[in-house]
């Protein structure tokens, strides 16, 4: 939600909607340059997203934070974690994906790297 977040476009009437578009930019962003990319949302959308390009991903149990929780989880497991970029401007998640040796890019840089929408 925090590259949902930086552009005030209203997405918080259609929250689903704006992870729909979130996820529609993604894939558009690893077709273009071949990454791998994984989004992870607090909790399950509903309905549910998926994507053949991208992992749509979510935190096991959705309370607050969850999606950093799972974030900060998903680098440790990665035999690679310094081959991992995490997009936030939470300053916490920001603060452990470093420490676990993750790269770090606010949302607002990694949004404009997206293109208009």
């Given at each position: ?58 935190a096991p149990r ?56």
């Amino acid at each position: 939600m925090n590259v949902i977040g930086t552009r005030p476009d209203g997405w918080w009437k259609d929250r689903h909607a704006a992870m729909v578009g979130l996820v529609d930019l993604l894939e558009r962003f690893a077709a273009g340059n071949g990454d791998d990319v994984t989004v992870v949302f607090e909790q399950r959308p509903r309905p549910p997203i998926t994507s053949t390009v991208i992992e749509v991903a979510h935190a096991p149990r959705p309370r607050r934070d969850a999606a950093d929780f799972e974030i900060v989880r998903r680098i440790g497991l990665d035999p690679q974690p310094g081959a991992i970029r995490v997009v936030t401007s939470d300053h916490w998640l920001a603060d452990q994906a470093r420490i676990a040796g993750a790269a770090v890019i606010s949302a607002e840089s990694f949004r404009n790297e997206l293109g208009p929408r």
